[in-house]
């Protein structure tokens, strides 16, 4: 047996970027994943007929250099979301249609969202990414949830529609399950507001040709027989000497170990010696975000032909959200939903067929009857996934930041800690995996 | 082997009084206890000079007919917590010393303070105990955290650091860590805010002889063999032909679980099938509280010969809250203090020696620099404990009452669930764990 330098635990976009920076700096490293597949909280399906979306985080966009400095290297190619056409919103009970960036709400409306989102991003501005508890107001933010400040400073009840649906966008979650001071952190860490929700400029503007599991893909496939599937780890011993880990099967040793799994999986490995008592306190309250990511698969993107772009934004669910996530090289059309935070977590409970129903009604109220007849569907419960619990990624709720969360990337003896949820840039998304991993990689390489 | 009807894993006062009706009814029963002792989150400890006190749970108290039913059946004796001379209460800077229930605040924070009781207690009258959610309010309230409510209901700075400190006392934990209709569900469970908050006729009035932990040993007496100690569940396989549950060193087996642990260490247990997504995602948002339990053992309790009660109430951390914790029988002293919430998690972090001074120097700053001199001192931080990570009980925060959380007491095939966070009445207590125990026993029974 040759001996191991590190081991990555996890084969997302964040492990498996750490375990490559190792391996090219000349280490002996192995990734142990849980599944039988690589890719984290990305996954892709293939419909019948070919077509490949992602069931999956899928997205890049402008400001985000780590990963796509990462693409460029793995030479893996982006196209443009579908962002032509007239855009939907359904509130106040009316299905209405605007071109570019500003819903036809009522100037009222408009207004109150306008003057939050100027608000939102002057304070996010603020916010020291590498701990936004040194901020001097950080206590009295982080003792707000998202839901009290949008009381306090939207006038309009439409307005209030409005940034809730915003919260379930960013972060799969209501607004009463996040700090206020979280919320500003991500902004600030995401760019600003425009940039986390847009599409053209935005957070939303590409997409992975092949879809986005080709970045894991690439990746293990330069790692070679380093990635072992279907190994959980189970629990977990440091010493002086170095770590073990045991999956169901067999023991793992190394000298230094990359946890790169979501916070609230940490705890569900038996680790000797114990994390220190604050530490497992604070992983306590970092649940997963929840979502359901659904698509239909249609003869055609029959939406294009009547000026829409596939986009709708709506008061009513369970599907709130859409996008047309159709792909290059095919003529059928393929529209995307979100189903987010408590609505996820009913639905994922649902029968399939119900569930089915739901979203191909929501899908029809916003594209029309054809809507109700795809050729094919398919959805993704994240909360249901046994690796991954929920999506898109963990959420801080009033407390945690200034109770030493920035502290939780810290290592701790032979442990080190990657995954999104450790970034300081773009938390939350392939960006922050990217560098997470990098960081945590750095590390260890730094302790040579 | 002899067959096991019922295995019910943790040996609490909830999981041992469900298995000890269980044997009552003439059922094979087993515990498996996580630790190498019985109690859950009692935990005796005796002075060097004999003295046994509590550094877990210990009060029962009027209107928790279960508990003092238990101890009836178990021949414990219960005396009183020394209750007598002025309680001190330090808050705008000032050490003030009064008789009774009623602090000496400014008579404008007096009223500001019993106002806001006098509404908690008429709100939580009508909060329905077998599910909060029911309430036509409940989602209103339960989007907002206690922290909120208090900003919004209180006029005056000093009466908002007395609701944290209830909150700290009730919970071990901030306002921003619960929803407002967790704790409107709190206090009708624990019958009103006076009963839940006093001594004299309240959930602090009186202790057991021996200690608390004995409710846990005397139980465990009577069940014999069954009991297993050092028997940490790591995971859990449950078919139509029955439940197998894996220790480290073996597999037990039986027709029905009753699993009696803190919510969040139920998702530590790796199960087959997986629980579904809702339920995880769920247990994933109820985190332990987080307490330090500090007694100082003096010569005698020279507080009294100065005609205090022991008692103090403070805006001073970290120690906020004090007891007299003297024994029946003994000449010496015993003062006890509570270090609460984000206080528990930094001071746990920090050197014993540490946190003794800085435990020794609040005690003193209320009773004098005598009590800078103690003959011995122990503090228990619950965080730290394996098979707890965090006391008295779980937080419900924002959004969970209305996402289901009265279902985490329904049974998931064979899977039973006890534990006092699982208790419709005295949620959080010892006798919400007895009628937690009770209730899974009796589903248990039921079903033959």
Redesign the interface.
């Known amino acids: 047996m040759s001996r191991i330098d590190a081991i990555v635990v996890g084969a997302g976009i964040s492990g498996l970027t750490a375990a490559w920076r190792l391996a090219q700096a000349g280490k002996r490293v192995r990734v142990l994943e849980a599944n039988d597949r690589v890719g984290g909280r990305t996954l892709n399906h293939r419909f019948t007929s070919g077509e490949v979306v992602e069931v999956g985080g899928q997205w890049v966009g402008p400001t985000q250099a780590r990963i796509l400095g990462l693409l460029n290297e793995l030479q893996l190619e982006t196209f443009p979301l579908w962002n032509q056409g007239d855009n939907l919103t359904l509130f106040g009970g009316k299905l209405k249609s605007y071109r570019g960036t500003i819903p036809r709400f009522a100037p009222h409306v408009l207004l109150d969202v306008l003057q939050a989102q100027v608000r939102l991003d002057r304070l996010a501005k603020q916010i020291p990414l590498d701990d936004p508890s040194r901020h001097p107001r950080a206590g009295e933010w ?4 998202f ?2 400040w949008i009381r306090r400073s939207l006038k309009t009840g439409q307005g209030r529609q409005v940034l809730e649906l915003v919260s379930g966008a960013v972060f799969a979650a ?1 607004p ?2 996040l700090s206020f001071l979280h919320v500003l952190f991500y902004i600030r860490s995401g760019t600003d507001l425009d940039t986390l929700l847009g599409v053209a400029n935005g957070a939303q503007q590409d997409r992975i040709l092949g879809g986005s599991q080709r970045i894991c893909e690439e990746l293990a496939a330069r790692l070679g027989d380093a990635v072992r599937l279907g190994q959980p780890v ?1 629990a977990l011993r440091q010493d002086e000497a170095g770590v073990e880990l045991l999956t169901d099967s067999a023991s793992h040793q190394s000298a230094r170990v990359i946890m790169a799994i979501p916070p ?1 999986l940490l ?2 490995i ?1 680790q000797e010696p ?1 994390l ?3 530490r ?3 992983l ?2 970092l ?2 975000g ?1 979502v359901i990511k659904c698509m239909a698969l249609y003869e055609t993107p029959f939406w294009r032909a009547r000026g829409l772009s596939g986009q709708a934004t709506s008061e009513r669910g369970p599907v709130r959200l859409t996008f047309d996530n159709s792909v290059p090289g095919s003529s059928k059309g393929v529209l995307m939903g979100f189903i987010e935070g ?1 609505e996820a ?2 639905w ?2 649902a029968a399939a067929d119900e569930r089915r129903a739901a979203v191909l009604e929501c899908f029809a109220r916003y594209f029309g009857a054809e809507a109700q007849q795809p050729r094919e569907y398919v959805d993704q ?6 690796f991954a ?2 999506c898109y990624a963990a959420l801080f ?3 945690l930041w ?3 969360a920035a502290r939780l990337r810290q290592p701790v003896g032979r442990l080190h800690f990657a995954g999104t949820e450790t970034a300081t840039r773009w938390m939350g998304y392939f960006d922050g995996a990217v560098q997470a991993g990098e960081r945590a990689a750095a590390e260890v390489l730094a302790l040579d």
Chains 1, 2 share one sequence.
């Open positions: 982080d003792r707000m949830t839901a009290e209501a009463h399950d189970r609230t705890l569900r038996t114990l220190p008592g604050w497992d306190q604070l306590q309250r649940p997963q929840a408590d977590r009913q994922s409970a419960c994240w909360a249901d996934e046994p619990r929920g709720p009033p407390g200034s109770n030493g």
